[in-house]
């Protein structure tokens, strides 16, 4: 089905009212026409029976994509995006289910969207599991005004969208905040003008502090060769074998050489842990 319908103008050009009023005059299926074509497609592989159904469901994308206006995204995009869940739900329709095509696809249409929405409305993304997906569309759709919501209101959309109370007002505050470059505005002479890049540094590879840090390292290596030699051998050893070695050995394995069982290598090996920290905290 992708080869036919790839081909197909499902992509809004142009005009957007003369896209709409295309779509328009395309005519509805009645159920018996919907039946035999979705039974052609997916028996017998006809493209052209997929694509009648893709057609005559146009329409009904451009009114899900309507809904998604508050978001400052073009009509066209969310309609493109609509038609993509439009041809992913009749490549998967079951015609022997019993339900009309315009009822499953809804789901798909929406789902590509929100995709699109979550990918494109800002820089930094504000929802990533499901949970906050469904709690941003809520958030979305359900606020009347620019107020923050009151503690009823919370406590109401928390119990109803079964999510913790805090998990609301952390998506509201996403809600509200707005991207902002890192790098000031290159046409700008204001020296009034303040962005992150003048503030936030990267110390990475500072000389002083890379000395520091390798100064820090060499001591801690240092101290722990101290607290090594207080240790007896079998200890000494097993720590070894345990941690430092690349091809670290497991508890059962130190067992069976030392003949012992793994539960005593765990206890010497705790022990020994001890022995080196209040070596090391000592120094």
């Known amino acids: 089905m992708s080869k ?8 809004p ?52 994509a309507r809904s998604y206006n508050g978001y400052g995204l073009p009509q066209g995009d969310l309609i493109q995006e609509g038609n993509i869940g439009l041809m992913k739900a009749v490549k998967r329709f079951n015609p022997d289910v019993g339900v009309r095509l315009v009822s499953f696809a809804v789901h798909w249409i929406k789902a590509e969207i ?38 009823d209101e919370t406590a109401a959309v928390a119990k109803e969208l079964k999510v913790p109370e805090a998990e609301v007002r952390r998506m509201e505050a996403r ?7 890192f790098d000031a505005p290159s046409d700008s ?3 009034d003008v303040f962005a992150p890049e ?9 000389p002083a502090r890379a000395l520091e840090e390798g100064q820090y390292q060499a001591r801690q290596e240092d101290l722990l060769l101290d607290a090594m030699t207080s240790l007896d051998e079998r200890s000494k050893m097993i720590l070894k074998r345990r941690w ?14 030392y003949g012992v069982s793994a539960e005593r290598i765990r206890q010497i090996e705790n022990n020994a842990m001890k022995k080196l920290k209040t070596a090391i905290l000592a120094a």
């Open 175 to 181: 809600l509200y905040s707005r991207d902002a470059s």
């Open 244 to 257: 430092l070695d690349d091809n670290k050995a497991t508890l059962q394995e130190l067992a069976d050489e």
């Open 189 to 191: 002479d204001n020296d």
């Open 114 to 151: 929100h995709e699109y929405v979550l990918k494109n409305w800002r820089i930094v993304k504000v929802a990533t599991t499901k949970a906050q997906r469904k709690l941003f569309f809520n958030l979305r759709r359900n606020k009347t005004g620019l107020n923050w919501l009151t503690a």
């Open 13 to 64: 050009r142009g005009s957007l009212e003369a896209y709409v009023a295309t779509i328009n005059n395309i005519p509805l299926l009645t159920a018996e026409d919907e039946h035999a074509l979705a039974v052609r497609y997916t028996a017998e592989g006809d493209l052209d029976a997929a694509k009648q159904l893709v057609l005559s469901h146009l329409r009904f994308v451009v009114h899900i």
């Open 198 to 206: 003048h503030y936030l540094e990267d110390n990475r590879y500072d």
């Open 4 to 11: 036919s319908l790839a081909l197909m103008p499902i992509v």
